[in-house]
């Protein structure tokens, strides 16, 4: 919460006045691994250790539950995280002319 106080002067009087502002939390945002049946597991992995930054047995989780149920949410991030992230994946997988693909799906914040 920020405060902003202001003083008026009026006839030899002064008056401090108080107005408290609210801040809402950014809505975060779940990046999701899709899955798909041509990128190799282990590219998978390699690519949620070093984007997301997961040791290799979450990452083996992560993947294992994207192919098994169609998708795996990875982490929850602020917008501009979230979309960094998502071009990072998109960026490896062209590099290595692979179709894999993840989405962003927003999450609330608080008010």
């Not at 899955?35 to 998978?44: L, S």
């Not at 390699?46 to 290799?56: A, H, I």
Request: hydrophobic share 35%; net charge negative.
């Amino acid at each position: 919460m920020s405060e902003d106080r202001s003083l008026t002067n009026t006839n030899d009087t002064e008056t401090l006045s108080e107005e408290i502002v609210s801040v809402k939390k950014p809505d975060m945002y779940k990046v999701v691994l899709l899955n798909d049946d041509y990128t190799p597991r282990d590219f998978v992995v390699w690519v949620l250790t070093t984007v997301f930054f997961k040791n290799q047995q979450e990452s083996t989780r992560i993947m294992l539950e994207a192919h098994t149920k169609g998708k795996s949410v990875i982490a929850s991030y602020t917008y501009d995280i979230a979309k960094t992230k998502l071009v990072q994946v998109e960026n490896l997988a062209e590099k290595y002319e692979h179709p894999l693909k993840c989405i962003l799906e927003v999450e609330s914040g608080d008010n």
